[in-house]
C-alpha cells in the first residue's frame, strides 16, 4: 500500500525559530511536493523535487527552502518562522515523469507563535 | 499561469440528494483533470482522473465527473449522496509540467 509519511501532525513554533518539516515515501516515487493548504485558498505549490538533489520552486517558495538528499526522503525548511506560515502543510509524492496521481501524507499543522 | 475556478465555497445538503461541483480552468491546451478529496481527519485521495478517452469519467463510491473542453469544465456528480461523503472536495488541473493546480475547495456537508 502506498505511503507517505510525515513527522509531526501538529507542531508549535516560536517566531524566528528555524522549522524542520520531514517526510518519507515508500513507493520509489521520482517526484516529491510541498504545499500548504489555507481555508479558502485551496493548496499551493511551495516546492517540489523530480529526483534527488534536484528542487523546483512552486508558487509561494519565498520564506522556505526544501532538501532531498535522498530518493524517499523531502524535507521543507523554515529558516526563520514567521506567523503568516501558520498553516497546514502538506507532503505528497508521484511516480516518473509525465503524469501522475500524487500521493498525499496526513499534514503537519504548523503554528507560529 | 494555470488557474482553477471551484464555484461553491460551502454546499450543505439532505441525505440523498443530489449533488453537483462545479470546476473551471483557464489553460486553453491538453490539461488532465483531477478530483481529491479529503475526509475529516483524513489524507488527501484522489477520486477520479481524467487524461483522455471518455469525456464522462467515473471515479470511487459513486462519483462521476465530465469534463467539457468547450467549456473548459469538470464539474463532479453523485446523484445521491450519503453522510460519509460529508468532506472537502478539491478539483485539480496537470498540463505540461509536474505541478498540479488546485481550486480553492468545497466543503460539503451532508446531513443525516
Known amino acids: 500500500d502506498v505511503k507517505v509519511t510525515q513527522s509531526s501532525r501538529y507542531l508549535v513554533k516560536r517566531t524566528g525559530e528555524k522549522v524542520f518539516l520531514e517526510c518519507v515515501q515508500d513507493?520509489?516515487?521520482?517526484?516529491m511536493f510541498w504545499y500548504r493548504q489555507d481555508p479558502g485558498l485551496g493548496l499551493r505549490l511551495i516546492y517540489f523535487?523530480?529526483?534527488?538533489?534536484?528542487?523546483e520552486k512552486g508558487d509561494i517558495p519565498e520564506g522556505y527552502s526544501v532538501s532531498r538528499e535522498k530518493k524517499e526522503r523531502f524535507s521543507l525548511i523554515l529558516e526563520s518562522a514567521s506567523t503568516n506560515q501558520t498553516s497546514m502543510y502538506l507532503c505528497?509524492?508521484?511516480?516518473?515523469?509525465?503524469?501522475?496521481?500524487?500521493?498525499f501524507g496526513p499534514g503537519t499543522r504548523l503554528t507560529v507563535t | 499561469a494555470q488557474s482553477v475556478s471551484q464555484h461553491n465555497h460551502h454546499v450543505i445538503l439532505s441525505e440523498a440528494a443530489s449533488l453537483e461541483l462545479g470546476c473551471n480552468y483557464s489553460?486553453?491546451?491538453?490539461?488532465?483533470l483531477f478530483w481529491y478529496v479529503q475526509y475529516p481527519g483524513q489524507h488527501l485521495q484522489l477520486l477520479l482522473k481524467?487524461?483522455?478517452?471518455?469525456?464522462l469519467v467515473k471515479g470511487i463510491k459513486g462519483f462521476e465527473a465530465e469534463f467539457i473542453k468547450s467549456k473548459f469544465s469538470f464539474n463532479l456528480r453523485k446523484p445521491s449522496v450519503q453522510w460519509s461523503d460529508t468532506a472537502e472536495y478539491f478539483c485539480?488541473?496537470?498540463?505540461?509540467?509536474?505541478?498540479?493546480?488546485f481550486g480553492a475547495g468545497t466543503t460539503v456537508t451532508v446531513r443525516a
Open positions: 505528497a509524492s508521484s511516480a516518473g515523469t509525465g503524469i501522475h496521481e500524487q500521493y
Open positions: 513507493m520509489d516515487h521520482e517526484n
Open positions: 523535487s523530480y529526483d534527488v538533489k534536484m528542487k
Open positions: 489553460y486553453g491546451g491538453t490539461v488532465n
Open positions: 481524467y487524461f483522455s478517452g471518455d469525456p
Open positions: 485539480a488541473v496537470h498540463n505540461n509540467d509536474y505541478k498540479l493546480s
